[in-house]
C-alpha cells in the first residue's frame, strides 16, 4: 500500500519505474520527475516517517525491524568457495524501507578520489583479482558530488586530503566529540592530519531540515528530526511534490518483462498481501541495491535472455566487493561517553593509498566512534575484551566503565574485485514468496585481509598514543564476511564483454534497461561508497532524462 499522494493504474504504462527507494533510487525519483517524466518507485518494506522512529535497540538491533533476514521470510546461504555447499547465514545486510539503507546507515561521506576510478593503470594487474578502471575519472563525477553535498546536505570543512572540489559544504562540521579529541590529539603527535569528518547530518538548518540534535542514536536508527540525509527526508518528498511520482510500498519485484525486441516493458511483483500485479513502464531502472539488483537479472531469465536478463557478459552478481574493516577499542582513565552524539566526528586518511613498498595495495581511513554502535547491548555483545570477565556481578560492573570509559578507532578499507566472490541464486533454499534465496559465495583477497590488519595495527598505534590504558580489537579478515556495502555486482565499462551497464547506467542488452546502486561499482572505494552511488544517481539520471527527450529510451 502507498501512503496517500499520487496514484498511478498498474494498467498506465509510465515513463519509469524504478525498483527500490533507497541512496540511488531515491536520487533517480526526485530527478527524473522533476524533469517531468512519470516515475513510480517500487519499494518492497514499509514507508516509517521521521516522527515514527523509535529509539528502540532491541527492535533495530535485535529484531531486525528495518534489516530483514531469515526471520522476516528472507533467508540467505553463504560459501566460501564455488566448491563448497553453501550454508544458511545473513551475510548481506540491507534495509527494506522507502529511504533503503540511507535511513539508518551512519552517515559518513567520502569522496572517492581520482586513484580509486584508475587503479589498474596506475597499479597494474594483481593476481587473483579481476581489476579494472572505471569509463568515468573523478572530473566527471566532481559536480555531481558537489550536488550531493548541497542537495542531499553534507557537514565538513574540506581537510588536507580532500580531492579538489568546485565548491565548499553547504554546513560547516559538525562538533567534535571525546573519541574525535583523542583520535586528533594521537594522530597529530604520530605525525598525520586527522580533520573534521564530513557526514550526511546537518549541522546547521539547510534545504528546510532542521539540525542534528545529538540524540546518538544514527547508526542503525532512523531520524526522527530528519537531520540525517536519508532520501526519504532530502528527495523522496520532492519527488512527490511533482505530482508524477509514486512512492508505492510493500512491492516485492520478481521479475524485469522483455518484449520480442529485447526491450523492457514493464516489472511483475507482489503486493503486501501476495497478489501479483504488472506495472507497465516506457523502461526500468533498478536500484535495488547490490544484492538485489543481480538476484532480479538472473530472476528475469527467458529464451533469449537465457543468463539473466543483461548477463550476456557472465558479470551479473560477480566481483562482489564489500569493503575491509578494523575494530579497536582503547581504554581510559577517564569518561569518554562515545555513544554520545553522531558516530564520526574525526578521521585520518594518512593511508587513503598504502605504499607499495609494504607489499600489498590497499588503503582506507581509520576514524573514532563510540565502541560497537553506541548502544549498551550491541557493546556488551561483541565489543568487551575476551580476556575479562564474561558473566555475573563483576562483569556488569566492568561492563559500566568500559562503555563509558572507552573509544574506538575504526579503520576502512578496500575490497578487490574477485571474479568468483558473487551473488547468485541458491539452487535450493526459498525465501517467503517461493524465490531462489541470496547466496553469497566470498572469500578475502589475500591484499585485503593484510590491509585490515595493517588499519589496525595503525589503530593500535594511535590508541597507545592517545593514553589508552587497555587495548583490544580485531579486523574483518579474522571474521566471517559480511557488510552492508554490496558494490561491484553489475560492473559499468566501456566493453560489452567485461561489464553490464555502460557509462551511463544503460544495460548493454537492453536499451531500456538501467542499472544504478552500489552494483555499478568498478572499484570499491577506501570504505564508504553512499556518496559515490548518489554523485553517480544523479549523473545518471541527467543522461538518461536528456536521452529520453532525444527519443532514445
Not at 584508475?118 to 572505471?134: H, K, Q
Not at 561517553?337 to 609494504?358: G, K, L, M, Q
Not at 561483541?382 to 563483576?394: I, K, Y
Not at 590491509?451 to 566471517?480: C, I, K, S, Y
Request: aromatic share 10%; proline share 7%; glycine share 10%.
Amino acid at each position: 500500500m502507498s501512503r496517500p499522494g499520487t496514484r498511478f493504474q498498474t494498467s498506465e504504462t509510465v515513463d519509469f519505474v524504478i525498483v527500490g527507494s533507497g541512496a540511488a533510487g531515491g536520487v533517480m525519483a526526485r530527478e527524473l520527475s522533476v524533469a517531468g517524466f512519470t516515475v513510480v518507485v517500487l519499494e518492497q518494506g514499509p514507508r516509517i516517517e521521521s516522527a515514527e522512529f523509535r529509539h528502540d535497540e532491541w527492535l533495530y538491533k535485535y529484531n531486525s525491524e528495518l534489516t530483514w533476514g531469515a526471520r522476516q521470510g528472507h533467508p540467505q546461504t553463504f560459501r566460501r568457495t564455488e566448491d563448497e555447499t553453501a550454508e544458511p547465514a545473513d551475510v548481506l545486510a540491507y534495509a527494506h524501507n522507502v529511504g533503503g539503507s540511507s535511513v539508518h546507515f551512519a552517515a559518513n561521506f567520502w569522496r572517492f578520489r581520482d586513484i580509486d576510478f584508475r587503479e589498474r593503470s596506475l597499479v597494474g594487474p594483481i593476481e587473483g583479482a579481476n581489476l579494472a578502471d572505471w569509463p568515468i575519472g573523478y572530473d566527471d563525477l566532481e559536480p555531481y558530488y558537489t550536488r550531493v553535498d548541497w542537495e542531499i546536505g553534507v557537514s565538513g570543512l574540506a581537510g588536507p586530503w580532500d580531492p579538489p572540489r568546485s565548491r565548499d559544504y553547504p554546513c560547516p562540521p559538525m562538533p567534535v566529540k571525546s573519541p574525535g579529541v583523542l583520535l586528533e590529539r594521537a594522530g597529530k603527535a604520530l605525525g598525520y592530519q586527522p580533520y573534521p569528518a564530513p557526514v550526511a547530518i546537518l549541522s546547521q538548518p539547510h534545504n528546510g531540515r532542521a539540525p542534528c540534535y545529538h540524540c546518538g542514536f544514527c547508526w542503525g536508527f532512523g531520524c526522527e528530526v530528519g537531520a540525517k540525509s536519508s532520501t526519504l527526508v532530502a528527495m523522496i518528498p520532492q519527488a512527490e511534490a511533482t505530482g508524477r511520482c509514486e512512492i508505492r510500498t510493500l512491492s516485492t519485484v520478481h521479475r524485469v518483462e522483455t518484449d520480442d525486441a529485447g526491450r523492457a516493458t514493464g516489472v511483475v511483483y507482489w503486493d503486501g498481501e501476495g497478489v501479483e500485479h504488472r506495472q507497465a513502464a516506457r523502461a526500468v531502472i533498478l536500484s535495488a541495491n547490490g544484492a538485489e539488483t543481480p538476484r532480479l537479472l538472473l530472476l528475469s531469465e527467458s529464451s533469449r535472455f537465457p543468463d539473466g536478463l543483461a548477463n550476456s557478459s557472465g558479470m551479473v552478481g560477480r566481483n562482489l566487493m564489500f569493503n575491509g574493516w578494523s575494530w579497536t577499542v582503547g581504554l581510559f582513565e577517564h569518561p569518554v561517553n562515545a555513544f554520545r552524539s553522531i558516530p564520526a566526528t574525526r578521521v585520518i586518511h594518512d593511508f587513503y593509498s598504502i605504499d607499495p613498498a609494504e607489499g600489498f595495495y590497499g588503503g582506507g581511513g581509520i576514524d573514532s566512534r563510540c565502541p560497537a554502535d553506541g548502544t549498551p547491548m550491541n557493546y556488551a555483545d561483541w565489543a568487551v575484551p575476551l580476556d575479562g570477565p564474561q558473566w555475573g556481578r563483576e562483569y556488569t560492573d566492568s561492563l559500566k566503565e568500559w562503555f563509558t570509559h572507552s573509544a574506538a578507532f575504526v579503520g576502512h578499507t578496500t575490497s578487490l574485485p574477485v571474479l568468483t566472490n558473487s551473488v547468485s541464486l541458491d539452487p535450493t533454499v526459498r525465501d517467503k514468496w517461493g524465490r531462489p534465496a541470496l547466496r553469497t559465495t566470498y572469500a578475502d583477497h589475500p591484499h585485503d585481509a593484510r590491509t585490515m590488519e595493517f588499519f589496525e595495527e595503525r589503530a593500535r598505534e594511535l590508541m597507545d598514543a592517545a593514553g589508552a590504558t587497555r587495548v583490544w580489537g580485531d579486523n574483518g579478515a579474522d571474521w566471517p564476511p559480511g557488510s552492508s556495502h554490496l558494490l561491484g555486482t553489475c560492473r559499468m565499462g566501456d566493453d560489452p564483454a567485461s561489464s553490464v551497464v555502460d557509462r551511463y547506467h544503460r544495460a548493454h542488452d537492453v536499451p531500456n534497461l538501467f542499472i544504478c546502486d552500489g552494483s555499478s561499482l568498478v572499484t570499491s572505494g577506501r570504505g564508504q561508497p553512499t556518496m559515490t552511488i548518489q554523485a553517480l544517481a544523479f549523473r545518471a539520471a541527467e543522461h538518461i532524462g536528456e536521452a529520453a527527450r532525444r527519443g532514445e529510451v
